[in-house]
């Protein structure tokens, strides 16, 4: 991963071997990534699945609240099941 060039824009105080170091941990949390036997994923690639997987979890989340959401519209709402939807709908 070749990221040691001269970044004016970056923000104060980080240094090329934390990036590096935050990279490789991203690599590690990213299912699709982790999957792969090879080490050799750019930086950009790595940050590219990062978005992607974040954009993924947020369809998910929002896919699990609508069903939840029409759970709760077939049960009454007024028993200890109600309560537990209306908690994670929160």
């Not at 940050?47 to 998910?60: S, V």
């Not at 709760?72 to 709908?89: F, H, K, Q, V």
Request: charged residues 30%.
């Amino acid at each position: 991963m070749s990221i040691r060039r001269s970044r004016q824009s970056s923000a104060p105080g980080i240094t090329d071997d934390q990036i590096i170091d935050l990279v490789s941990k991203l690599r590690h949390l990213l299912p699709e990534i982790r999957q792969r036997r090879s080490d050799k994923v750019s930086a950009s690639k790595v940050l590219q699945e990062t978005c992607n997987y974040i954009r993924n979890l947020h369809k998910e989340v929002d896919d699990l609240s609508e069903r939840l959401s029409q759970l709760l519209e077939t049960i009454d709402s007024d028993s200890p099941e109600a309560a537990i939807i209306r908690s994670l709908i929160m």
